[in-house]
Every structure is written in C-alpha cells, then in structure tokens.
C-alpha cells in the first residue's frame, strides 16, 4: 500500500498523472518525486524485510543468517528513505518561495487551528532538516561499519 501511494506521487511528479497544485502554489516535481520515493522505499523495505526473511528478531534486527545481499538491499531502501525526506525537509525550510503553515493546538476540549507565519514554520522546518542530516550521515556510517562487520563473519 505504501508504494503504490508512493508510485501515485512519483507520477504526479514526472507529469503522468495531473495532480492538482497546492493553495499557495504548485510544487516542484522533485518534491514529489522524492515524497514517492520515501514511500516507495518504505514499501519496499516492509516487503523485503517480511517476504525474503520472515521478519525481524525480537530486537528488531533482521535474524541472524539473513543473506548479505538482504542486508545490502535493507540498507540502501533505509538510506534512500532518510534521504528522500532529508531532501524534502530541506526544501520546505531552505528553499526559493513563499511557505503556508497552520497550527493546532489540542487541549482535552478544544482544537484551536490558526495560521503560522513563514518564518516560524521554516525554523521548525530548518531545525527538522538538521536533525534529518545529522541521522543521514549517522545512519549511512553506522548501517555501512554494521554491513561491513557482517560481511566479514
């Protein structure tokens, strides 16, 4: 289900499927590419990890014995999932043009909606794209040194 909302996006963004823009403006294709490819890649994984090897351990590891080849294939959906939202999270904070946010505050009666100005959601947005780049190179080295011991056992 995932990847085929993903591969939805991706032709939204390629022009196959018209897909109609946004309020405040339409959105760069590779936005949306990159959005169906985060979903594409969450699919995929699900998909890998439960078809090709049963699921994961109780400790959320793939099991043990579990081919190099899965683990490889298990990384590089990983990596292009954070990637894909690095990228989208960058533009939205970063990137040329206008931005439109709103806020919802709850409280056990009430939900108070209400718009937010540019600059405040772009900083939340920023502050979201340096963690997403943090955890993209932390996860890259970690997931590649992890690889690379298994290889060797």
Do not use: N
């Amino acid at each position: 289900m995932f990847a085929a909302f993903g591969v939805v996006m991706i032709l939204g963004g390629v022009g196959v499927l018209h897909l109609p823009p946004a309020e405040d403006g339409p959105t760069p294709p590779w936005v949306l590419g990159c959005v169906g490819l985060a979903f594409v890649f969450v699919g995929a994984a699900v998909i890998v990890g439960f078809a090709v090897t049963g699921g994961s351990g109780p400790d959320g590891e793939l099991p043990a014995g579990t081919p190099f080849s899965v683990r490889l294939i298990q990384y590089f959906l990983g990596l292009g999932t954070v990637a894909s939202l690095t990228a989208v999270f960058t533009w939205i904070a970063f990137g040329p043009g206008e931005r439109h946010f709103s806020t919802t505050v709850l409280t056990p009666f009430t939900a108070h909606r209400g718009a937010s100005d540019d600059t405040s959601g772009r900083v939340w947005f920023g502050v979201a794209a340096v963690a997403f780049w943090l955890f993209l190179v932390s996860f890259g080295v970690h997931g590649a040194r992890r690889l690379f011991r298994d290889a060797r056992k």
